[in-house]
């Protein structure tokens, strides 16, 4: 147990000591706060701020989606469907095989959708097929919780005379450390996902003013300086990296702050 244990972290370490070797020299407070200017992809002026920007709009419109999405069809399943019904049995195995599809699944599955349509790649394109990709996420990691839920505190509920709604909103209290444990996993699927939102948000060096315009993200940022054959557009590709590990790494520790203070104040 303590040599795998040393092996994950050390696996880590790796990753972690790469990108700041070859991109901490590159980062600086222009690269977060520019645009990319007419030779950026040269080695020239600009900065990453179009693709900082479209991840928070995708990731912070698709989580919001995600949650009206997920949150009822939990409830659904584990209040108004008994333990055995073969309903809630066949949504959590269809869930279960769609938290295994890969992304670049959903962004052909995405992309055909939005030629059927007639639509092209936009802002909002990029939340809808990577909403797709964190449902299974959010009602998988819910529902777990929501099955550890003692059937006492239902009965107790229902015997005061309260309706499944209100019970609901018991059971809402009792699966937060979930919801925030969802969030957590779901944005980092979602902020470091490339494959999807290359076929359905596409890129610009423009932040976009509305849901019609594509956007740009950070690991397709990352992906394309990479592959450029300049030295100084390949160290950005290692900031983009790094800037995105930071803000996975602070979102993380949130959750679990958010996480340990929900759990402390459960009355289960």
Known sequence: MLLSTLFVVAFFASILWTIIKNGFNAMSWEMITQLPGGGFYLGKEGGILNAIVGSLYIVGGSVLLGLLISI???FYINIYQKKNSKLAYLTRLS??????IPSIVYGAFGFTIMIFLGLKTSL???????T??????????????ANSIPKDLLDATYSLGATKLETGMVIIRQIAPGIATAVLLSIGRAIG????????????DSIPTSLS?????????????????IPEVRERAYAAALLLTIIVLIISISGRLITAKFSKNKII
């Open 95 to 100: 869930f279960d095989v769609l938290f295994g």
């Open 213 to 229: 315009q594509p956007a740009a993200t950070l690991p397709l940022s990352v992906f394309f300086q990479l592959s450029s054959p």
């Open 124 to 130: 909002l394109g990029g939340i809808i097929v990577v």
């Open 132 to 145: 797709f990709l964190i449902i299974p996420i959010f009602i998988r990691s819910m529902d777990e919780v």
């Open 72 to 74: 009822p069809i939990v």
């Open 193 to 204: 996902d490339a494959a999807a939102v290359m076929f359905t948000a596409g890129f610009t």
